[in-house]
Nanobody, 123 residues
Framework: QVHLVESGGGSVQAGGSLRLSCQYSGFTSKSYAVGWFRQAPKSEREGVATIDTTGAKSVADSVKGRFTISRDDAKNTLYLQMDNLKPEDTAMYYC?????????????????WGQGTQVTVSS
């Protein structure tokens, strides 16, 4: 059973940076992807980024050039470096196990996700 635990959220001013981390475990396949999605109140879930075991990654257009996804398989840890944050990035961010196991496409469907970490960006 896949288990994901996020950390690193917080409150920042616009233009600031945050780094989210996710400790993951339970993947049984040698090839899999992990990723992030976010959800703001009264909004649809939005896929943010995904990365697979080959290093292939996809990032949503809304955050491209500002957010960077990476992983350290030795530590079973996923990261999301968020720079130049904007108020519209305010949301709960979830680490997730995507149904599509390649990082080449960002498919907003997931098998499992963590409890989430809040990111709040003020103007």
């Amino acid at each position: 059973q896949v288990h994901l635990v996020e950390s690193g959220g917080g409150s920042v001013q616009a233009g600031g940076s945050l780094r989210l981390s996710c400790q993951y475990s339970g993947f049984t396949s040698k090839s899999y992807a992990v990723g992030w999605f976010r959800q703001a109140p009264k909004s649809e879930r939005e896929g943010v980024a995904t990365i697979d075991t080959t290093g292939a990654k996809s990032v949503a257009d809304s955050v491209k050039g500002r957010f960077t996804i990476s992983r350290d398989d030795a530590k079973n840890t996923l990261y999301l470096q968020m720079d130049n944050l904007k108020p519209e990035d305010t949301a709960m961010y979830y680490c997730a196990d995507p149904r599509y196991c390649s990082g080449e496409r960002l498919i907003n469907e997931y098998n499992a996700w963590g409890q989430g970490t809040q990111v709040t960006v003020s103007s």
